[in-house]
T-cell receptor, first 111, second 122 residues
Framework: GQQLNQSPQSMFIQEGEDVSMNCTSSSIFNTWLWYKQDPGEGPVLLIALYKAGELTSNGRLTAQFGITRKDSFLNISASIPSDVGIYFC???????????FGTGTRLQVTL | GAGVSQSPSNKVTEKGKDVELRCDPISGHTALYWYRQSLGQGLEFLIYFQGNSAPDKSGLPSDRFSAERTGESVSTLTIQRTQQEDSAVYLCASIPDPVRFSGGPSRSYEQYFGPGTRLTVT
């Protein structure tokens, strides 16, 4: 099925560094969601975006809904070891019954 | 409150056997989704239930896969004659009040996931 393209696929960063990842699509979405998945767990919702251009924060996380409605960005500031995991973006068109998920960005933090 | 629960957490089965996976959604959630996640991969949509409407089965990979849900309660995903390529984590998610058209209330698309069932076919 269709998937959104996320980049980077994986990244190693030093504790304390800021992280940026993005998600792009050839289709327009009306809702963007960002999830984090820890090993052995299901994805947990981090941030939901409902309006083009919207910038939303959740603690050290900030996400933006791209103006074109074809992309979204997630930033993590001052990364810590518990930020390790896989981050997924997901989009919803508003008319379909399901979300389209990204391919995931695997984040690993070195001390 | 209680989240989405799934059972079993792990299942090892022999090729050719049937398996049944269970999902208990959050109480009051009207919609339920099943996904499959292969090792190191993203989420692959399988099937969607919304209330008493006909389910969206467009993601089921073959006729060996089926799922049922009674009303707004428990759902079971059945895989018949399992194959090694069926090995994956099967995730269930529910949402409280999905809206099919744009401009609906917020939180309508926010899916809440269970911990998953890791299926290994030997």
């Amino acid at each position: 099925g269709q998937q959104l393209n996320q980049s980077p696929q994986s990244m190693f960063i030093q504790e304390g560094e800021d992280v940026s990842m993005n998600c792009t699509s050839s289709s327009i979405f009306n809702t963007w969601l960002w999830y984090k998945q820890d090993p052995g767990e299901g994805p947990v919702l981090l941030i939901a975006l409902y309006k083009a251009g919207e910038l939303t924060s959740n603690g050290r996380l900030t996400a933006q809904f791209g103006i074109t409605r074809k992309d979204s960005f997630l930033n993590i500031s001052a990364s810590i070891p518990s930020d390790v995991g896989i981050y997924f973006c997901a989009g919803h068109t508003g008319t379909a019954s399901k979300l389209t998920f990204g391919t995931g960005t695997r984040l690993q933090v070195t001390l | 409150g209680a989240g989405v629960s799934q059972s079993p957490s792990n299942k090892v089965t022999e090729k050719g056997k049937d398996v049944e996976l269970r999902c208990d959604p959050i109480s009051g959630h009207t919609a339920l989704y099943w996904y499959r996640q292969s090792l190191g991969q993203g989420l692959e949509f399988l099937i969607y239930f919304q209330g008493n409407s006909a389910p969206d089965k467009s993601g089921l990979p073959s006729d060996r896969f089926s799922a049922e849900r009674t009303g707004e309660s428990v759902s079971t995903l059945t895989i018949q004659r399992t194959q090694q390529e069926d090995s994956a984590v099967y995730l269930c998610a529910s949402i409280p009040d999905p809206v099919r058209f744009s401009g609906g209330p917020s939180r309508s698309y926010e899916q809440y996931f269970g911990p998953g069932t890791r299926l290994t076919v030997t």
